[in-house]
């Protein structure tokens, strides 16, 4: 071979490992990285709380379920509280003996079927009516004001959680704007927003979607609608000028404000 096709052979070879190495960069350009970790995050001060998605669920299935029956905000807290310490915030199908749900209720002792205490709404008006009936409940310590209600055989066990569950009450009752944010993939299938306002009206009551609303009341509803997202295939909730969706997890400002809460849906399978 001569000197010139040998120079000819190795600039060819060169080439083809170029061209190898720029295809082999593109692909893992384009190679998609490892998914966002599916949370929600509620900051109150310097302290800020992490929550998966279920917990944003029922917790703010509690603060909808409170504010339907009318109570002060600070029974949100004691009742999240409560289920902070009892399950979790998820709603579990075991427990001591026959304990099921968010709070750990008993079928035997009277809190209902096993079907109603593991539905989170049912489980929430048990307690909140149950603390109702506690006299003097609302200058009571939260720990106190937990177990005059859970009775539990660790009573001093809520106070650990007071801080954190102060926090996701001002936040899902409305207190704070915009206090609750959940980061997930977008939804690809929604249902529809008769589906979701029905759901929504049977926790928390009328008004919700559709009509001008009071400033927590209209936090209220969209922290409800981005704890259930993932549910109903939530991919947009906006009011007051901010607009949160799943994939940003956060809320930002720059749309048009309104009085009345918007929701968007992925369209329905």
């Not at 409305?174 to 009206?201: K, Q």
Request: with cysteine; proline share 5%; net charge neutral.
């Amino acid at each position: 071979m001569s000197s010139r096709s040998r120079k000819l052979t190795a600039a060819v070879a060169a080439l083809v490992v170029l061209v190898a190495a720029v295809v082999a960069a593109v692909v893992e350009l384009e190679r998609p990285g490892p998914a966002a970790r599916a949370e929600c995050r509620v900051a109150l001060g310097r302290s800020t709380y992490v929550l998966d998605l279920d917990q944003a669920t029922n917790a703010t299935t509690i603060a909808a379920v409170g504010k339907r029956l009318g109570l002060p905000d600070h029974a949100v807290t004691v009742a999240v509280a409560a289920a902070l310490q009892e399950s979790g915030l998820h709603n579990l199908d075991h427990g001591d003996r026959d304990s099921l749900g968010l709070f750990q209720q008993r079928p035997s002792q009277g809190w209902g079927t096993p079907a109603q205490v593991m539905t989170p709404s049912y489980a929430a008006r048990l307690f909140f009516e149950h603390l109702a009936q506690v006299p003097g409940w609302e200058g009571l310590a939260v720990t106190d004001a937990a177990q005059r209600v859970q009775r539990s055989g660790a009573p001093q066990a809520y106070a650990q959680w007071e801080g954190e569950a102060r926090a996701i009450a001002r936040a899902t009752t409305g207190e704070i704007p915009a206090g609750l944010a959940c980061r997930s993939d977008t939804p690809r299938v929604g249902t529809s927003v008769d589906a979701v306002n029905a759901v929504l009206t049977s926790e928390l009551g009328a008004p919700a979607l559709g009509t001008a609303l009071a400033d927590a009341r209209g936090w209220t509803v969209a922290s409800w609608l981005v704890g259930h997202a993932t549910r109903f295939g939530i991919v947009s909730v906006s009011f007051q000028g901010r607009t949160w969706t799943p994939s940003v997890g956060a809320w930002r400002d720059g749309t048009p404000a309104t009085a009345d809460v918007r929701v968007q849906l992925a369209r329905a399978g």
